[in-house]
């Protein structure tokens, strides 16, 4: 298959007054491909949606190269950039927040697909978002109603539709379940999984949900505090983690399979402040398996087996 994204030692810092520098996400790599699923899971404020919004370049790097189907999207600018982002679209969490509540479904979606060429006749603009409508399980009804008419699933949907009107090549899909049901989240992953049948589509799923991403994913990204401390293909590493987080995090799951082979792992502390990174492995403080290297000694995140990369001393 085809590479389509690839990320590249990318960082992104902000400074805190009188604090020093918080590393959002510091210095990660990783790639894509046609028609893959690519899971970045971890705790709340560890780097996720920083990276989302990096690759869609909704904000600058401070270092580092970003491409998308070959082309920088970093040094893009202007009209070059909109044409890039025509192949690169994104689901935000909130479906209510990322529509404009004064706009009927026809124009938000209508709007994206004539500005970027796809529809040449404002005329014709209503059959074309009925078409993508279809697409996400929704009606013609649904095109001059306005976003606080429907429900959240039904929201959630109308931001896909958007997304889709435009035929992209990639997804970010932002931790696109966790303001829904649980009902609705099946709905929804369903909905993603059929969209991506038959076509080159490809995702970059953000979640917190380990069962949406092991469902779901093709390859999965563990971060924690800004960096990516293992990747592996899905099914690997929810059989057999290699880094002590990736291990506590799957031992926390409610499935009855998982908790047979896993005792519960409960980490000690809060996670660090980002300003105030530990010294040594990032990890060391919480971990239930650090030893004498650990408080020193940055781990080298590296290839350990089958493709396979992982950052702990554990694994030299």
């Known amino acids: 298959m085809k590479e389509i994204l690839r990320l590249r030692s990318v960082k ?26 690519f899971g970045l899971v971890g705790e709340s404020g560890c780097g996720k949606s920083t990276v989302a919004k990096l690759i869609l370049k909704l904000i600058e790097p401070t270092g580092g190269e970003i491409f998308f189907d070959g082309v920088d999207v970093v040094k893009t600018r202007g009209r070059e950039l909109s044409r890039l982002r025509k192949g690169l679209q994104i689901v935000f969490q909130d479906p209510q927040a990322a529509l404009n509540p004064r706009m009927r479904v026809v124009d938000t979606i209508g709007e994206a697909l004539f500005i970027n060429g796809i529809v040449k006749k404002r005329r014709d603009l209503k059959d074309s978002v009925k078409e993508v409508l279809h697409k996400v399980g929704l009606d013609e009804s649904a095109l001059y109603k306005y976003p606080h008419e429907f429900s959240g699933g039904q929201r959630q949907r109308i931001c896909i539709a958007r997304a889709l009107a435009v035929e992209p090549r990639l997804i970010v899909a932002d931790e696109p379940l966790s ?5 609705i989240q099946a709905q929804i992953i369903n909905l993603l999984e059929d969209l991506q049948k038959g076509s080159d589509l490809a995702y970059v799923l953000i979640s917190h949900d380990l069962h949406v991403i ?24 929810f059989t057999e983690p290699l880094h ?54 940055v781990p080298e995140y590296r290839e350990v087996m089958n493709g396979r990369r992982v950052s702990c001393h554990l694994h030299r």
């Open 214 to 237: 092991e469902y779901f994913s093709d390859v999965v990204a563990v971060m924690y505090l800004g960096k990516i401390v293992e990747m592996s293909d899905t099914s690997e590493l």
């Open 244 to 297: 002590p987080y990736t291990e506590a995090l799957l031992s926390a799951v409610p499935s009855p399979e998982v908790r047979e082979k896993t005792e519960r792992i409960f980490l000690k502390g809060d996670v660090p402040s980002p300003v105030r990174i530990p010294a040594g492995c990032p990890f060391h403080p919480r971990c239930h398996k650090r030893f004498e290297p650990c408080d020193r000694i």
């Open 12 to 37: 992104k810092y902000f400074p805190v007054k009188g604090e020093g520098v918080l590393k959002a996400v510091d210095d990660i790599s990783f790639s894509v491909k046609e028609s893959q699923v």
């Open 179 to 183: 303001a829904l049901d649980v009902s």
